[in-house]
C-alpha cells in the first residue's frame, strides 16, 4: 500500500480488521458432535472533558516464575523494574474525552458521580414506554435496566455511515448521533447491528454485560487512577428496515451504540509490521512488533480488565487482538502519550457462575483445558489471561499464535490443546523474544505459570 513504508503513519483514516481465517470454538463443537443498555443537550454530554493522571503506572509481575524455562531476566531485570520510575509517558495526559467513564477529581479530593445504568442519558420517560406500545414489531427488551439503556428515537437521531466491518453476530458501523431540536449537537460514534433476528440475542447479551461494567466503574476509579479499560457502551437505539437496508421489511432490532475507535490492534500490529521489516534493512537491531513502550501499555490494559474481571467473578471468553481497539490521538504510531487501548465484544462475556458451558470463542486464542471435549469446560480468569498472553505474544513478534500449524485445522487444534505457544514461534520470533527477556518473563507468567 503507498505510503505505508514511511516512517510515521496517519491513524485516523483506518477501519476496524475483519477476521476472515478465525475458527471459532462452536465450530469445533459441531464438528465435534457430529463425529460423536429534563435532558441535557448531547453536546454537552459527549464534549465533557475529564482529566486524569498516571503517576501510579505501575506493572505487576511475579518473579518467581523464572526458573522452569529458558529464558532468565539476568542483566535486564531492571529494565522490567526501574520502567516505571524512568518512563514519564503517561503521566497528565489529558487525551480522554469518554462518556460515563473517567471521573472528575473535584475540589475536595474526591470524585464526582458517574453515571450508572440507574441514571442513563434516556430517563425511562411516557413518552418512550408510548412509543414502545405503538410499534409491536420491535424486538422486545424484556428487562428494567435494558429499557432505562435504550436511547429514546424522540430525543436522539442516529444516521449510519461507513461500514468498519462484520463479524459473526454483528455489523460494526460508523454513524452521527445528534439530539433532535438542538443544532450542532451531532458526534461520530459506533454502532453495532445484529446480522439477523437469531443475532439479536448476542447484542443483548453485549448491553448486559456493558451495564456491569460501568456500574463497576465508579469504584475501579477510586482504587486506581488510570483508564478503564473497556469500551464506552452509550445505549440500545433500534433501526428498522428505513435505517438499515439489509433488514427485512418488518424488522426492528435494538443496536449497541458505543464510542468510535480508531483501529484495531490487529491492525496496529500489521502497520508497524510493514515500517519494521523496512527498518530492519539498515538496522540489526531486534526489536518488537509495536514499539515497546506501547507493549507496556496494552500489558497494563490486559493486566487491568483481567483484574476488573477477576472482581466480577466474571470472564470475557472472546479476548483477541480483533477485539482490542486502539484510539489515536495524535498522528503517528510513534504517538505513545496519545494512544489508549480499549477491550470490545461482551457478546461471549459473562459472570461464571451464570455459565452452563463454554461460549463462543476463538480457536487460536483459546486456553488448552477449553479443548477437552469430553468434559464441561467452563472458562475461568485463568483462561482469559492465558489468551492476553496470547495477545501480548502477536504484539511482540507479529504473528498470531501457532501460525505454523494455521495451514491445517486439524495441526492447530492440535497445537491449541497442548497449549505451548513458544514452540510454534519461528526463528526470527525466537531471536526478537530473546533480545527482551523483560518481555519474555511476563510472556512465560501468563501463558505457563498460570
Same mark, same amino acid.
Given at each position: 500500500?503507498?505510503?505505508?513504508? #514511511?516512517?510515521?503513519?496517519?491513524?485516523?483514516?483506518?477501519?476496524?480488521?475483519?477476521?476472515?481465517?478465525?475458527?471459532?470454538?462452536?465450530?469445533?463443537?459441531?464438528?465435534?458432535?457430529?463425529?460423536?443498555?429534563?435532558?441535557?443537550?448531547?453536546?454537552?454530554?459527549?464534549?465533557?472533558?475529564?482529566?486524569?493522571?498516571?503517576?501510579?503506572?505501575?506493572?505487576?509481575?511475579?518473579? #518467581?516464575?523464572?526458573?522452569?524455562?529458558?529464558?532468565?531476566?539476568?542483566?535486564?531485570? #531492571?529494565?522490567?523494574?526501574?520502567?516505571?520510575?524512568?518512563?514519564?509517558?503517561?503521566?497528565?495526559?489529558?487525551?480522554?474525552?469518554?462518556?460515563?467513564?473517567?471521573? +472528575?477529581?473535584? #475540589?475536595?479530593?474526591?470524585?464526582?458521580?458517574?453515571?450508572?445504568?440507574?441514571?442513563?442519558?434516556?430517563?425511562?420517560?411516557?413518552?418512550?414506554?408510548?412509543?414502545?406500545?405503538?410499534?409491536?414489531?420491535?424486538?422486545? *427488551?424484556?428487562?428494567? +435496566?435494558?429499557?432505562?439503556? &435504550?436511547?429514546?428515537?424522540?430525543?436522539?437521531?442516529?444516521? *449510519?455511515?461507513?461500514?468498519?466491518?462484520?463479524?459473526?453476530?454483528?455489523?460494526?458501523?460508523? /454513524?452521527?448521533?445528534?439530539?433532535?431540536?438542538?443544532?450542532?449537537?451531532?458526534?461520530?460514534?459506533?454502532?453495532?447491528?445484529?446480522?439477523?433476528?437469531?443475532?439479536?440475542?448476542?447484542?443483548?447479551?453485549?448491553?448486559?454485560?456493558?451495564?456491569?461494567?460501568?456500574?463497576?466503574?465508579?469504584?475501579?476509579?477510586?482504587? &486506581?487512577?488510570?483508564?478503564?479499560?473497556?469500551?464506552?457502551?452509550?445505549?440500545?437505539?433500534?433501526?428498522?428496515?428505513?435505517?438499515?437496508?439489509?433488514?427485512?421489511?418488518?424488522?426492528?432490532?435494538? /443496536?449497541?451504540?458505543?464510542?468510535?475507535?480508531?483501529?484495531?490492534?490487529?491492525?496496529?500490529?500489521?502497520?508497524?509490521?510493514?515500517?519494521?521489516?523496512?527498518?530492519?534493512?539498515?538496522?540489526?537491531?531486534?526489536?518488537?512488533?509495536?514499539?515497546?513502550?506501547?507493549?507496556?501499555?496494552?500489558?497494563?490494559?490486559?493486566?487491568?480488565?483481567?483484574?476488573?474481571?477477576?472482581?466480577?467473578?466474571?470472564?470475557?471468553?472472546?479476548?483477541?487482538?480483533?477485539?482490542?481497539?486502539?484510539?489515536?490521538?495524535?498522528?503517528?504510531?510513534?504517538?505513545?502519550?496519545?494512544?489508549?487501548?480499549?477491550?470490545?465484544?461482551?457478546?461471549?462475556?459473562?459472570?461464571?457462575?451464570?455459565? %452452563?458451558?463454554?461460549?463462543?470463542?476463538?480457536?487460536?486464542?483459546?486456553?488448552?483445558?477449553?479443548?477437552?471435549?469430553?468434559?464441561?469446560?467452563?472458562?475461568?480468569?485463568?483462561?482469559? +489471561?492465558?489468551?492476553?498472553?496470547?495477545?501480548?505474544?502477536?504484539?511482540?513478534?507479529?504473528?498470531?499464535?501457532?501460525?505454523?500449524?494455521?495451514?491445517?485445522?486439524?495441526?492447530?487444534?492440535?497445537?491449541?490443546?497442548?497449549?505451548?505457544?513458544?514452540?510454534?514461534?519461528?526463528?526470527?520470533?525466537?531471536?526478537?523474544?530473546?533480545?527482551?527477556?523483560? %518481555? %519474555?518473563?511476563?510472556?512465560?507468567?501468563?501463558?505457563?505459570?498460570?
Amino acid at each position: 500500500m503507498d505510503g505505508e513504508t #514511511n516512517a510515521s503513519l496517519s491513524l485516523m483514516d483506518s477501519r476496524f480488521s475483519e477476521s476472515n481465517t478465525s475458527l471459532t470454538i462452536s465450530s469445533i463443537n459441531n464438528t465435534h458432535r457430529d463425529k460423536k443498555i429534563s435532558l441535557p443537550p448531547l453536546s454537552t454530554i459527549l464534549t465533557d472533558s475529564r482529566h486524569y493522571s498516571r503517576d501510579n503506572y505501575n506493572h505487576e509481575r511475579d518473579p #518467581n516464575n523464572d526458573t522452569d524455562y529458558d529464558f532468565s531476566l539476568g542483566d535486564n531485570e #531492571n529494565n522490567y523494574n526501574n520502567y516505571n520510575n524512568n518512563n514519564n509517558t503517561y503521566k497528565n495526559n489529558n487525551v480522554l474525552d469518554n462518556l460515563y467513564t473517567t471521573p +472528575k477529581i473535584n #475540589n475536595y479530593g474526591g470524585f464526582d458521580e458517574i453515571n450508572t445504568p440507574d441514571t442513563p442519558i434516556t430517563p425511562l420517560t411516557p413518552s418512550i414506554s408510548e412509543y414502545r406500545v405503538n410499534n409491536k414489531n420491535r424486538y422486545p *427488551l424484556n428487562n428494567e +435496566k435494558l429499557q432505562k439503556f &435504550e436511547l429514546n428515537p424522540t430525543l436522539f437521531k442516529l444516521e *449510519l455511515q461507513d461500514k468498519f466491518g462484520k463479524g459473526s453476530n454483528a455489523y460494526v458501523y460508523s /454513524c452521527q448521533l445528534s439530539t433532535n431540536g438542538i443544532s450542532n449537537s451531532s458526534f461520530n460514534i459506533a454502532v453495532k447491528i445484529p446480522i439477523s433476528k437469531n443475532k439479536v440475542k448476542y447484542i443483548i447479551q453485549e448491553a448486559k454485560f456493558a451495564m456491569k461494567l460501568r456500574e463497576y466503574q465508579q469504584e475501579w476509579f477510586k482504587k &486506581e487512577n488510570r483508564v478503564y479499560p473497556f469500551i464506552d457502551c452509550y445505549g440500545l437505539y433500534y433501526l428498522n428496515k428505513n435505517d438499515f437496508q439489509l433488514f427485512k421489511p418488518n424488522d426492528e432490532f435494538p /443496536c449497541l451504540v458505543m464510542k468510535k475507535m480508531s483501529f484495531s490492534l490487529k491492525e496496529l500490529i500489521r502497520r508497524t509490521s510493514i515500517i519494521n521489516s523496512q527498518q530492519r534493512k539498515t538496522s540489526t537491531t531486534l526489536n518488537l512488533k509495536i514499539n515497546k513502550q506501547l507493549w507496556w501499555k496494552l500489558y497494563q490494559t490486559l493486566n487491568d480488565a483481567l483484574s476488573i474481571l477477576k472482581s466480577l467473578e466474571s470472564v470475557h471468553c472472546d479476548l483477541k487482538t480483533d477485539n482490542i481497539m486502539v484510539s489515536a490521538y495524535g498522528d503517528s504510531i510513534d504517538d505513545i502519550e496519545n494512544i489508549e487501548f480499549k477491550i470490545i465484544d461482551f457478546s461471549s462475556a459473562n459472570e461464571i457462575k451464570e455459565l %452452563v458451558k463454554c461460549p463462543d470463542t476463538t480457536l487460536q486464542y483459546s486456553a488448552p483445558e477449553l479443548m477437552n471435549f469430553q468434559t464441561n469446560r467452563i472458562p475461568t480468569y485463568l483462561s482469559d +489471561k492465558f489468551s492476553a498472553g496470547l495477545i501480548l505474544l502477536e504484539a511482540a513478534t507479529g504473528s498470531p499464535p501457532y501460525s505454523l500449524a494455521s495451514y491445517d485445522n486439524l495441526l492447530l487444534l492440535t497445537a491449541v490443546k497442548e497449549g505451548k505457544p513458544f514452540e510454534w514461534l519461528s526463528a526470527e520470533d525466537y531471536n526478537v523474544l530473546e533480545a527482551h527477556p523483560d %518481555v %519474555v518473563a511476563v510472556l512465560k507468567e501468563m501463558l505457563y505459570a498460570r
